[in-house]
C-alpha cells in the first residue's frame, strides 16, 4: 500500500468517527443512534476523550474546571461510554495523575 493511500484512509477513517462521536453506548446518541458495538472503536476513543477533555478545559460558561473528572464521568459508564475503554482511559488518567 502507498503512503498516500494509507494516508487516505485514515482521513476516512478519522472523518467518519469524528461524524459519529455523539452515538452513545446506550444507543441515545446521534446521528445514527448506533447502539454498543454498532459505534465504531474509533468514535467511542474520541467520545471518552472529548468529554473528559470538555469537563477538564475551561470554558466560556463554566470557567473553573470539574475537579473531579473521572467520577463525573463514570456515572455515564453503560449509557454513554463503552465501560471496557473508559475502565482502561480512567486506569491510564489515573496513572498519569499519581506520577
Do not use: C
Not at 478545559?57 to 470539574?66: A, E, F, G, L
Not at 463525573?72 to 482511559?89: A, I, N, Q, S
Amino acid at each position: 500500500m502507498s503512503p498516500s493511500t494509507a494516508l487516505a484512509i485514515q482521513e476516512k477513517l478519522y472523518t467518519h468517527s469524528m461524524e459519529l462521536n455523539h452515538e452513545n453506548w446506550d444507543g441515545t446518541g446521534y446521528p445514527d443512534r448506533l447502539k454498543g458495538n454498532e459505534i465504531p472503536l474509533y468514535a467511542r476513543i474520541i467520545t471518552i476523550a472529548d468529554v473528559y477533555d470538555a469537563i477538564t478545559s475551561p470554558r466560556v460558561y463554566r470557567p473553573n474546571p470539574i475537579s473531579k473528572p473521572l467520577q463525573t464521568m463514570e456515572k455515564e459508564v453503560g449509557k454513554k461510554f463503552d465501560e471496557f475503554l473508559f475502565r482502561k482511559y480512567a486506569t491510564k488518567e489515573l496513572e498519569k495523575m499519581n506520577k
